[in-house]
Nanobody, 126 residues
C-alpha cells in the first residue's frame, strides 16, 4: 500500500506561483513513477505532469507546458509541482498519484496509477 499526502494548495492571483508537495509512504518511493492530475468542477480529471522513478523522463500536459515543473526528491519521498504564471483556468483540485507497477498504460492516463492522494485545492483569481 502507498499513502500519498498533498500540500501547498491555496488561493493565488493570476500570474502568481504555488508549489505543491506530495509525500509518499508505505513502499519504496524510488520504485514508482509519480504523476499529478487535476479536476475542475464539472470536468473530467486531467493529466498535468509525470516523472519516472529516477526523474530521467518527464511528461507534461499541453495546457501546462512551459509553466509547470515536476520534480522529485527520492531521499525525502516527495514529489513536487512548481506552478508558475498561474491562470484562472488552472483552478482545480490537484491530485498526486503513484503508479501501479503492473500497469502498462501511458503515463498520461489515470489508469497508469494505482494510488491517489486526497487532493489539494488550487484557486487562481483573475
Amino acid at each position: 500500500q502507498v499513502q500519498l499526502v498533498e500540500s501547498g494548495g491555496g488561493l493565488v492571483q493570476a500570474g502568481g506561483s504555488l508549489r505543491l508537495s506530495c509525500i509518499a509512504s508505505g513502499r519504496a518511493f524510488s520504485s514508482d513513477a509519480m504523476g499529478w492530475f487535476r479536476q475542475a468542477p464539472g470536468k473530467e480529471r486531467e493529466f498535468v505532469a509525470a516523472i519516472s522513478k529516477n526523474g530521467a523522463r518527464i511528461y507534461y500536459g499541453d495546457s501546462v507546458k512551459g509553466r509547470f515543473t515536476i520534480s522529485r526528491d527520492n531521499a525525502k519521498n516527495t514529489v513536487y509541482l512548481q506552478m508558475n504564471s498561474l491562470k484562472p483556468e488552472d483552478t482545480a483540485v490537484y491530485y498526486c498519484a503513484a503508479e501501479d507497477n503492473y500497469s502498462r498504460s501511458s503515463y498520461y492516463t489515470s489508469s497508469r496509477y494505482g494510488y491517489w492522494g486526497q487532493g489539494t485545492q488550487v484557486t487562481v483569481s483573475s
